[in-house]
């Protein structure tokens, strides 16, 4: 099983392009998550989908976008970047919700917007 | 917002010592968890406790709970320089409100 994989692994972008991260989980989880992780604080959630078609707004979601489409995959979209994104986003998966179990994250994808 | 703040920032022991980090949070919750993350990767899950549980233990990590004073620990004992990595704890008061503290940095010296 590769468990959590995200890609890209890095991107650079300029302010005003758009993007999609793409998540894919392969353990069959109802529950996904986007974090985005900046120096010198925790993991903030940006969005989370408890099943497929569904999606729900975290902690900071203004500026971006997700679809769950299918089961396994969770995209995270940037429609106009700005140098406040640049951060290291994680894509996580649970079986249920994360009040009951624990997540597993991905690798991260560390985005730089100029 | 952050709900859990861990202390300290930082910590730097020799390998073989025990390793104590803590946790404290403001409002009442369902659950708290402890996970790891080693440089450049995702986080790893070490140990969920809830909150009607005072104490848990795996392998050489013990953790414990104390509601009345909303505050947790994470013990590593006999460190090992592996145990090099960033701790962090996240507190669970609804379904899928799960909120991250900015962790603890620890550093095993060989």
């Known amino acids: 099983n590769a468990g959590v994989t995200q890609t890209p692994k890095f991107r650079v972008l300029k302010t005003g392009q758009s993007m999609t991260l793409l998540c894919a989980q392969d353990?069959?989880?109802?529950?996904m998550y986007w974090y985005r992780q900046d120096p010198g604080m925790g993991l903030r959630l940006i969005h989370y989908?408890?099943?497929?078609?569904?999606?729900a707004k975290g902690e900071v979601p203004d500026g971006y976008n997700v679809s769950r489409l299918k089961k396994q995959n969770f995209l995270l979209g940037l429609e106009s970047a700005a140098p406040s994104q640049t951060s290291v986003y994680f894509c996580?998966?649970?079986?249920?919700?994360?009040?009951?179990?624990?997540?597993?994250f991905g690798p991260g994808t560390r985005l730089t917007v100029l | 917002s952050q709900q859990g703040e861990e202390d300290p920032q930082a910590l730097s022991i020799q390998e073989g010592e025990n390793a104590t980090m803590n946790c404290s949070y403001k409002?009442?919750?369902?659950?708290l968890q402890w996970y790891r993350q080693n440089s450049g990767r995702g986080l790893v899950h070490l140990i969920l406790?809830?909150?009607?549980?005072r104490e848990k233990h795996s392998g050489r990590l013990r953790v414990t709970l104390d509601t009345s004073k909303k505050s947790s620990s994470l013990l590593i004992t006999a460190s090992r320089a592996a145990d090099t990595a960033s701790y962090f704890c996240?507190?669970?008061?609804?379904?899928?409100?799960?909120?991250f503290g900015a962790g603890t940095r620890l550093t095993v010296k060989p």
């Open positions: 409002t009442s919750i369902n659950n």
């Open positions: 996240a507190t669970v008061r609804l379904s899928n409100d799960m909120r």
């Open positions: 996580a998966s649970s079986y249920t919700t994360s009040g009951e179990n624990e997540q597993f």
């Open positions: 989908s408890v099943g497929e078609g569904t999606t």
């Open positions: 406790i809830r909150s009607n549980e």
């Open positions: 353990m069959n989880h109802e529950y």
